[in-house]
């Protein structure tokens, strides 16, 4: 039974960095890493055993390079800090190269994803007494984006392996004022696109992708961003395609990204007419100069993050207990700013979460849990109950059912115990050894899960 521990074997360590050349020559299957003084059937590190990974980094993040401080540089000197000084500026050129990599006519860049969501629910025409249904477990920027157009946000449960939006649960939180989906493509991998497509088709809705965390992950063989009506996406410091503050919005739709400009230009158009409600959230010159310094790059790190991840998951397949993010059909290249995965403590003889991480901290491999609780679990809910323009567009009923149905156990059960995840832009970019660092503490850590309770 795969629960019963089982006298040390070693057959899944690999090489390790620290070991160098002979470590590595030492590495035949059914060794383990006696070179580094660390045998998988020796004590854990947290109990004073000797650690897989020690005095080492994985590569920080944000990432930076000449490129991007000669782009920086250059917009200082030029004296074009705005976008509106110049039609050739880095924004409008940022906005031109980004549309050419999603395979779009045109980008509209502002100062943040959420602000990128934000734009395109409000040039959708979304408002008060229209609802729109996404994820609880995810960043309160996709959130915020609806409320801050006064419109509804039911939230629906995930999908426990995969971590996204369950079109079931979304499919029966759909009545006749839902007008959007925003199925968020959470830790950069696809959401189950064909399923929210079908939904849209049947409901008549628009999709709203959340592509915060997705740059250039792929399903079916298109861009995320670019498979609903509009996509946006987060360029904040922590992303694959950073600047500090940033977003950015794509779409086939070329009249809803001229409507998406208007409201990001407090209302003014391109033309210089003032149309509509709209905030000010255009991006600045030097966000623009970050990312451009970054555009010649970008793909290569995509690249490596792509081969690293890959090869974790074929090696992190194999540790019981230990379940890389499922993966629907289509699903091409991740963006991996995230590589998550869901850990079953019933293979670690009932062992908290909180035990498992610290284990591995002291290995030297510092996973997160992600977010303490989902959004469906935090204070706004009862806040918008008392809001007088939710209680003039939404009936007490609906407010009601709104409260009692806020109820999403999935996100809890991950919240709770299962998701352990990496921080991945920059550690992903590591080498194959600090990948092998990272499956060889896992594996540690499972093979000696009898002594995780004295952590
Ligand atoms: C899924 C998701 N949506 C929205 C946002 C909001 O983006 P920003 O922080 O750029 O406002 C984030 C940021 O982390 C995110 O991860």
């Known amino acids: 039974m795969k629960s019963k521990k089982k006298p040390f074997t070693r ?3 690999v090489k390790t960095t620290s070991v160098g050349a002979i470590a590595a020559s030492q590495f035949i299957p059914g060794f383990a890493l006696s070179s580094q003084g660390s045998t998988a059937s020796g004590k854990l ?3 004073g055993g000797t650690p897989v990974r020690s ?3 994985f590569p920080s993040w944000p990432y930076s390079d000449e490129n991007i401080t000669d782009s920086v540089l250059k917009t200082t000197k030029s004296g074009i800090w705005c976008r509106i000084q110049s039609k050739t500026g880095t924004v409008p050129t940022f906005e031109k190269k980004y549309a050419e990599m999603m395979g779009v006519n045109k980008c509209v860049a502002v100062g943040s994803g959420t602000q990128a969501l934000h734009t395109a629910v409000e040039a959708l025409g979304l408002g008060p007494g229209d609802e729109v249904i996404t994820s609880p477990y995810t960043d309160p920027g996709t959130l915020s984006s609806i409320l801050s157009a006064r419109a509804l946000p039911v939230l ?3 999908d426990r392996f995969s971590f996204q939006l369950d079109p079931d649960d979304v499919e029966r939180r759909i009545n006749q004022n839902t007008k959007a989906l925003m199925p968020v493509h959470i830790m950069g991998q696809a959401a189950n696109m064909e399923r929210f497509l079908e939904l849209a088709k049947k409901h008549n809705l628009f999709i709203i992708e959340d592509a915060c965390q997705a740059h250039f992950a792929k399903y079916q063989g298109k861009l995320l961003g670019t498979i609903g009506d509009v996509g946006c996406f987060s360029h904040q ?10 977003g950015s919005i794509i779409s086939h739709d070329e009249n809803l990204m001229d409507r998406c400009f208007t409201v990001q230009n407090h209302g003014t158009s391109r033309l210089g007419s003032t149309e509509t409600i709209g905030p000010k959230y255009r ?12 555009i010649p790059t970008v793909m290569e790190r995509h690249a490596i993050r792509n081969k690293n991840a890959n090869y974790l998951t074929s090696k992190i397949k194999d ?3 230990i379940h890389p993010q ?7 290249d991740g963006s991996y700013y995230l590589y998550a995965m869901n850990y079953d403590k019933k293979l670690y003889n009932g062992v908290h979460r909180s035990k498992f991480l610290k284990a591995l901290a002291a290995e030297g491999i510092s996973l997160s849990p992600y977010i303490k609780k989902g959004l469906h679990k935090e204070l706004w809910v009862e806040n918008i109950l008392n809001r007088r323009v939710y209680q003039k567009m939404y009936t007490p009923q609906r407010l009601q059912q709104f409260r009692d149905e806020m109820v999403c156990p999935n996100v809890d059960t991950l919240c709770e115990e299962e998701m352990v995840m990496i921080w991945a832009s920059g550690p992903l970019l590591g080498t194959q050894d600090d990948m092998d660092d990272i499956i060889n503490a896992l594996t540690k850590v499972y093979e000696n899960r009898d002594q995780l309770n004295k952590v």
């Not at 410091?237 to 940033?246: A, N, Q, R, T």
């Open 11 to 13: 057959r899944q360590f």
């Open 283 to 294: 991006m600045n010159e030097f966000e623009a100069a970050v990312l451009l310094g970054q």
């Open 156 to 158: 629906a449960d995930v």
């Open 319 to 321: 540790i019981p207990g």
């Open 45 to 47: 590190a947290a109990l």
């Open 237 to 246: 410091s922590s992303k694959v395609l950073p600047c500090g503050e940033g």
């Open 55 to 57: 005095n080492k980094s």
């Open 326 to 332: 499922k993966l629907y059909e289509g699903t091409g």
